[in-house]
């Protein structure tokens, strides 16, 4: 059974630009959570995608989007990016009854 | 808004030495996680608490719900160094809502 897999595991950007990551959640998990750890910090939940639409978000701004799709994985977009968006970014694959949450490795992105 | 406070923040200690994390809230969770976070990687999952007073054992680790369902606490025995890394506790409301909420983390190191 394949885990929680995220690509890429390092990504460089600079001011400005745009990026897309991608989460592909456990077999049989149709839940998918984003966060976002910064360093030295606890992971703060962005949002979370359940049949293929945004179903909670956290407190972040609209700059950060995401999808999912049938097949249940996962992207969160970033657009305009700002120094302060450097960060862990962590996919959450959620099993229901009791509720469990599984994450991926993270994508670590720099924002220069 | 659900807040989470862990102490200590940092912990370092010799091999063999027991230690206590501490997980509490001024709000009910309908369930804690613990986590174990290596550097550069995501949160690994040690424990689900759900029922208030709840204790979990796991190997030289046990955990502890409170009776109120607001607090947690972790308790190693005879830590070892491998036992080093950052521990998260995270809570969720329940129901439908699968958002957790991190407390910020203690950093264990255990020295040989």
């Known amino acids: 059974d394949a885990g929680v897999t995220q690509s890429p595991t390092h990504l460089i950007k600079t001011r400005g630009q745009q990026v897309t990551l991608r989460c592909s959640p456990k077999?049989?998990?149709?839940?998918v959570s984003w966060y976002q750890q910064a360093l030295g910090q606890g992971p703060q939940f962005i949002f979370q995608?359940?049949?293929?639409?945004?179903?909670q978000r956290g407190n972040f701004p609209d700059r950060f989007s995401g999808h999912q799709f049938p097949n249940y994985s996962s992207e969160l977009n970033v657009n305009a990016l700002l120094l302060g968006d450097s960060a862990l970014y962590l996919c959450a694959s959620i099993r229901r009854g009791p509720e469990t949450q599984y994450f991926g490795p993270g994508t670590r992105l720099l924002v220069l | 808004t659900q807040l989470l406070e862990q102490s200590p923040q940092f912990l370092s200690i010799q091999e063999g030495e027991n230690l206590t994390v501490y997980c509490n809230s001024s709000s009910v969770f309908s369930s804690l996680q613990w986590y174990r976070q290596e550097p550069g990687e995501g949160p690994v999952l040690l424990v689900t608490v759900v029922t208030g007073g709840e204790v979990k054992k796991l190997k030289r680790l046990t955990f502890q719900f409170g009776d109120a369902r607001k607090d947690s606490s972790l308790h190693i025995t005879a830590a070892q160094p491998g036992d080093t890394g950052l521990y998260l506790c995270a809570g969720s409301s329940g129901g439908s809502n699968y958002k957790l909420t991190f407390g910020k983390g203690t950093l264990l190191t255990v020295n040989p």
């Open positions: 995608y359940y049949e293929e639409e945004e179903r």
């Open positions: 077999s049989g998990h149709d839940t």
